[in-house]
């Protein structure tokens, strides 16, 4: 049950209760056979509008164990501003599991498919979420340099792309795309925020501010 669950306190903290239940995320209380691995992760679905048996594309897994996420005080690592600790316990496997074999896929497409003039593309589920949770549509990339030159076409017909970008790596990132697309701006988050930072400190209404909505 995600209800109650570590994950969705984790959620709650990062201000996407309210969103949750419509990206159907989930938690993985205990695993069958041969996915044991996935035990005790948050299970964010990439979700597809084509409904029934093709609505979910896969299934990223996010690691939230308490030893990896929370201070000896029980308080989660970004609200107190500091990095979460995975590479400490798990150096090998990253704070997020992909289904073995599974390529790069773009997270939040229903957005794609909502009429606004105006899209924003991040890096992570969590921003894609918090940009929804702030009233504009968001899709996201599962990590620096996974971008795959099919996906560009699709976002060529909104008036402006935002690209975030929160660090050195991030701009880079989003400058290889702003290449291949004439309508994008890249929008570079101060203070190395990133979006879902920025929504939980200042709130939604700063957070659009950044890109001018
Ligand atoms: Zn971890």
Redesign the pocket.
Known sequence: MYQGSPAQKYVKARGLDDVAPSFGLGFVASAIPGHERYAGHLAIPYLRPAGGEDSVATVRFR?I?DK?VKDADGRYFFETGQKER?SE??SKTG?YLTLPGDPPRLFNTPALIRPSPVLVVVEGEFDAMTWEAAGVPGIGAPGTGTWRDYWSPALLGYQTVYLISEDAAGFKFMESLAAQMPNAKIIEMAGNQDSNSTFLLEGPKALRERIGL
């Open positions: 690691c164990a990896c995975h316990f798990h704070k």
